[in-house]
């Protein structure tokens, strides 16, 4: 991972704070990756349960943050997802991807600022998938049965067998791919 002297959020903002334009520029084309992934590349990981789709969008938004910081990461994690709102996921799926992706991200970038060795990276990302996890369980038996007109203990009935093993899948998947990825597209960065 990067070292604190080679972080991209140390040189890419101006002296007042502001985003500079090559910031501006770069987390627009991790909004377009990230938008690219949700639309287009989403595929069931669980077995007979086509309803809960992963798409690697949350892997952007990783490498966002890790590169230029929770701001970033939290650009990304929501800007992409508002074209989903005119899509079949409407609102809730909107929602959903929100939760599932900010709350990953944020706390995942917050610590890998604080600690910028693959040592902090794996904390973060451990800390972040928790959080997600508990975050995405709890968004499920909130909102699940107001978009999907099922009672509520009918989706606390589809915790273990469904939704737990289909976040776990997919927190594991975004993180370990951002841990392969982050290094290579770091290097680029920095040219």
Same mark, same amino acid.
């Not at 770069?26 to 669980?46: S, Y």
């Not at 800007?79 to 909107?94: D, K, M, Q, R």
């Given at each position: 991972?990067? /070292?604190?002297?080679?972080?991209?959020?140390?040189?890419?903002?101006?002296?007042?704070?502001?985003?500079?334009?090559?910031? *501006?520029?770069?987390?627009?084309?991790?909004?377009?990756?990230?938008?690219?992934?949700?639309?287009? *590349?989403?595929?069931? *990981?669980?077995?007979?349960?086509?309803?809960?789709?992963?798409?690697?969008?949350?892997?952007?938004?990783?490498?966002?943050?890790?590169?230029?910081?929770?701001?970033?990461?939290?650009?990304?994690?929501?800007?992409?997802?508002?074209?989903?709102?005119?899509?079949?996921?409407?609102?809730?799926? /909107?929602?959903?991807?929100?939760?599932?992706?900010?709350?990953?991200?944020?706390?995942?970038?917050?610590?890998?600022?604080?600690?910028? /060795?693959?040592?902090?990276?794996?904390?973060?990302?451990? +800390?972040?998938?928790?959080?997600?996890?508990?975050?995405?369980?709890?968004?499920?038996?909130? +909102?699940?049965?107001?978009?999907?007109?099922?009672?509520?203990?009918?989706?606390?009935?589809?915790?273990?067998?469904?939704?737990?093993?289909?976040?776990?899948?997919?927190?594991?998947?975004?993180?370990? *791919? /951002?841990?392969?990825?982050?290094?290579?597209?770091?290097?680029?960065?920095?040219?």
């Amino acid at each position: 991972m990067a /070292t604190s002297s080679t972080r991209h959020d140390t040189h890419s903002t101006t002296a007042g704070g502001g985003w500079s334009t090559k910031r *501006i520029a770069v987390t627009a084309l991790f909004c377009a990756v990230a938008a690219i992934c949700t639309l287009f *590349i989403e595929f069931p *990981i669980l077995p007979g349960v086509t309803f809960l789709k992963y798409d690697p969008s949350a892997i952007a938004a990783l490498v966002a943050g890790f590169a230029f910081g929770p701001a970033t990461g939290a650009v990304v994690s929501v800007l992409p997802y508002l074209v989903h709102l005119a899509t079949e996921s409407g609102i809730y799926g /909107t929602f959903m991807a929100i939760v599932a992706t900010l709350t990953l991200v944020l706390p995942a970038s917050l610590v890998y600022q604080r600690n910028t /060795t693959m040592r902090g990276a794996i904390t973060g990302l451990v +800390v972040g998938g928790v959080i997600c996890l508990v975050c995405c369980i709890l968004a499920n038996i909130v +909102v699940t049965p107001i978009y999907m007109g099922a009672p509520r203990e009918a989706v606390i009935a589809m915790i273990v067998p469904t939704l737990l093993p289909f976040n776990v899948l997919k927190i594991v998947l975004n993180c370990v *791919i /951002t841990i392969l990825v982050y290094k290579p597209i770091s290097k680029a960065l920095e040219a």
